[in-house]
């Protein structure tokens, strides 16, 4: 069983910066990778980022602006995000490709957090 949660939502102007925050606990044998998703109202849920023993990849609407990060203990990830736009309002989940045990690989979703930009 693994645990995803996230913090650092709330609200923003427009131009301004965010700092989210998923940390995994729980019963596992390795996180193959790490990646914020977002769901705006109305919208399906899109990748933001994700990150894996290879390069960090990103949405082409966010990749200039948004950065993803993990810590030493593979165990946390952050999307500091920049230059706010109101567009960029949506719950940001974050999701775990988990390998529970030898036998059983599974993806995992943290509850989302919401960050909201104001004009």
């Known amino acids: 069983q693994v645990q995803l949660v996230e913090s650092g939502g709330g609200s923003v102007q427009a131009g301004g910066s965010r700092l989210l925050s998923c940390v995994a606990s729980?019963?596992?044998?390795?996180?193959?990778?790490m990646a914020w998703y977002r769901q705006a109202p109305g919208k399906q849920r899109e990748l933001v980022a994700q990150t894996t023993s290879g390069t960090p990849t990103y949405a082409d609407s966010t990749k200039d602006r948004f950065t993803i990060s993990r810590d030493n203990n593979k165990n946390i990830i952050y999307l500091r995000m920049s230059s706010l736009k109101p567009e960029d309002t949506a719950v940001y989940y974050c999701n775990a490709d988990v390998l529970v045990t030898d036998l059983y690989r599974t993806y995992y979703w943290g509850q989302g957090t919401q960050v909201t930009v104001s004009s």
């Open positions: 729980g019963s596992f044998v390795r996180i193959y990778s």
